[in-house]
């Protein structure tokens, strides 16, 4: 294995797609993992400003992530924020098993999510993602 030059990183495929199956919905889906942006997204969307230090709400936070990972077959996001409330309102079985594999794929454990709540007494600068 040689050393990588930009282009090599900028055009290699590295995110991972997996079928997972989902009975209570009847069939499969596939969970893509979060891109940089995807992950800075989905952190940034559990901080909500409390006067001036930050909190973490997990309020939804199964649905926030599958929403960020369900795919279609060529790659394009089968949900949108919009759709977060409604995901969230499906079964916890077949939502959990979904945010497992979609934290497994993208990086994330759940030390990450501790990390964010240990931080979020530090004034960070404004975040206006929500859901």
């Not at 055009?11 to 997996?18: A, G, K, N, V």
């Not at 309020?59 to 969230?88: H, M, Y």
């Not at 916890?92 to 240990?118: H, N, P, T, V």
């Amino acid at each position: 294995m040689g050393l990588l030059n930009r282009q090599q990183i900028l055009d290699s495929d590295d995110r991972r797609t997996e079928r997972v199956a989902v009975p209570e919905w009847g069939g499969e889906v596939l969970i893509r993992g979060l891109s940089g942006t995807d992950r800075d997204e989905f952190e940034a969307s559990l901080q909500v400003k409390n006067g001036k230090k930050r909190d973490v709400n997990l309020r939804n936070v199964r649905a926030k992530l599958v929403v960020l990972c369900l795919v279609d077959e060529t790659g394009k996001p089968l949900f949108s924020i919009e759709d977060i409330q409604r995901l969230g309102n499906k079964s916890a079985a077949a939502l959990g098993r979904c945010f497992d594999r979609a934290k497994q794929l993208s990086g994330l454990g759940d030390e990450d999510i501790d990390e964010l709540a240990k931080n979020s007494a530090t004034d960070q600068s404004d975040v206006s993602i929500s859901a």
